[in-house]
């Protein structure tokens, strides 16, 4: 897995991001950062983690652009006021999950989902039951019994712009509720 950073960076959001955002255009690159407020991280505990509680930014980069992120924000900070207040390398990122489905055709949607992980990303304390109920099979319209249930949980951990990616694609699906993303970071 490469080499990711958080930078906490001090001084106003809106200028701020307005500037690493010109900055990296200007340099070239798009990608590669990550505005955890802009994004589901569990912000409460990220703020916890820090020493400096006023106006504060978590930026979360690749190695590849972190120097690039400094030095750019270094050059800014006598007219803006920017100042990275601390960095952490960051192990992991992750969030958990949990599902369920009585119907068959979602289940092997999820199932696909769960089974493809990006690059450098896992599911961790994966448990999963399908149950066939042969008794309540039938019309299901308003029954609390279903013919087929598929339901479990996990931890989907790893590489963090790989789990915010599979973080968005399973927020946007009705039947697998997620948490906030969280990081663990080297102090």
Known sequence: ??????????????????????????????????????????MDRLKDLIKFHGEVTHLICDTANRGLIESGIKKASEKFDFEIVERHRIRRAYFEFDFKTANRKVAGTIKRLIGKMPAGVKVADLEQDEIIDPSARGVELYTPTHHYNFYGKGVVEGDPFGVHHLHAKMREHENINVSDMDIHVDK
Not at 9 to 32: C, H, Q, Y
């Open 1 to 42: 897995m490469p080499a990711y950073h958080e930078l906490v960076i001090k001084g106003d959001r809106k200028e701020l991001r307005a500037f690493i955002e010109g900055f990296m255009i200007g340099s070239k690159k798009r990608r590669g950062y990550i505005f955890t407020e802009e994004h589901a991280f569990d």
